[in-house]
Structures are given as C-alpha cells and as structure tokens.
C-alpha cells in the first residue's frame, strides 16, 4: 500500500499485533504531549497561554511531575494558577451577587455559574489533543478497511479493537465514511471483536480448570496471560 503520514502510525499499531491499535496510538500518543508540555516549549508564550485557559487532567498533572522536570512543572503550574485566581475572583463576584437574589432565574444562573466551573476542572491541554489526534485515527483505520485490502486483511487478522474503543471506533466511522461502507466495516468490526472475545472466553475456562486438583495438564504462558489479556480486552489499557 501506499504509505503516508496519517497512515503510518495505524499500519504501526496494527503491525505491533497489540490488543487494541487504538490502545496502543493513544499511549504513545499520551507519552509524546506529555513530553511536549515538560519540555523545552515550557518557555514557549503561546503554549504558556494555553496552559494559563486550561490546565490537565489529574493524571496528566502526575504524568508530567512524574517524567522528571520539576523545574518546568513548577513554571507551568504557577503562571495556571494566577490565571486561575483571576477566574476565581470573577466567580466568587458572580456567585455572591447571585446568592442575595431569589426565584428560577436566579438558580438557573447559579446552576450555569457552578457548571462553567466545573467544565473548567474538567479541561486538560492532553486530554483535548489526544481526543483530536485519536480521532484522525479512528477515521483513517476505518477508511483503510474500505480502500486498502492489504490493511482490510491484516486487520481481519487481528484482535480488532478493545471493548471500550469499540463505541468510539463506530461513532468516528458513522461520522466519516460511506454507508456502504459502514455496514461492511461494522460487520467486520464485530465479528473480530467477537471471535477474541470466544478465544479469551476459552482461555479463562481452562485456566481455572488447571486449579482443580485432578487437572495434570501444565499451566502454559498462554493461559497464564488470560486474566490481564481479558481485563485489557474489556477496559482498554488507556481510555480517550
């Protein structure tokens, strides 16, 4: 096939027989813009900007003061928090003046002030390039099943996606590709999905046969994986 930048990374994460290829983009992904934002761009103004509007995610926060640069850690968590004092001072107005007030309108607009909040607890710099990037990928898996039989093969080969990427990966392809083309790739998707899910099923049933006594089968590495291997296939090592 023909290869190109946005298709690289999906032939590389289906080539690496992971469990799940989405798994398997969105943890290097995570990696690389974690290692951007304790990087040398801590002195960037504009990513300064960004950082002071948004913030993380708390694991993000603890991937980046895990990864070792306390000093760039520090810059960006103390310019984040006078943009966030700022906000807190226009909050503190907003919620007092409504507080004196009474009646729907006024606890519409107290609800709306706590909601602005929140959504602002919720943001994270990662967590918003991860999703649009994971998305790119969603979408150039599922047009590579229709248009590449080389990757429609590898893929029919493969463990296909885990079961919390599974709704992700039919909302982007219901979003971007033919109709045709999304019945073919829905039915495909679920069938591989499905045959995984018989072969684990089996294996979990084996591994626990191998605990009663008068099982003298040995225990194989195949089945000593069976219980993370499920656990993966289920939750995904990594959800976006």
């Known amino acids: 096939m023909k290869y190109q930048l946005e298709t690289i990374p999906v032939w590389q994460a289906l080539e690496a027989s992971a469990p799940c290829p989405l798994c398997f983009l969105a943890e290097r992904l995570e990696s690389q813009y974690v290692s951007f934002y304790v990087g040398d761009s801590v002195m960037t103004p504009e990513i300064r900007v960004t950082v002071n509007e948004t913030g993380f995610c708390p694991r993000h926060f603890q991937l980046m003061n895990d990864a070792g640069n306390k000093l760039g850690v520090s810059l960006l968590t103390a310019t984040h928090i006078e943009s966030l004092r700022e906000r807190l001072h226009g909050d503190r107005k907003r919620l007092m003046r409504l507080a ?53 093969t590898a893929f ?4 296909g996606v885990c079961i919390a990427h599974l709704p992700f990966a039919c909302e982007v392809a219901a979003d971007s590709i033919s109709p045709r083309r999304r019945e073919a790739f829905f039915a495909a998707l679920f069938s591989i999905v499905d045959r995984d899910l018989e072969s684990i099923h089996s294996d979990l049933g084996e591994f626990a046969e191998r605990f009663d006594y008068r099982n003298t089968r040995p225990m194989t590495e195949t089945l000593r994986d069976v219980v993370p291997r499920a656990i993966r296939k289920l939750t995904g090592r990594l959800l976006v």
Do not use: I
């Not at 998305?135 to 229709?146: D, F, I, Q, S």
């Not at 029919?156 to 463990?159: C, E, L, Q, T």
């Open 100 to 152: 004196s007030r009474r009646g729907p309108r006024k606890a519409k607009a107290f609800r709306s002030a706590l909601e602005e909040m929140q959504s602002r607890n919720r943001a994270c710099l990662v967590c918003d390039r991860m999703d649009h990037t994971m998305r790119n990928y969603a979408y150039t898996l599922a047009r590579m099943y229709g248009d590449e039989a080389e990757f429609r």
């Open 156 to 159: 029919d080969d493969s463990s």
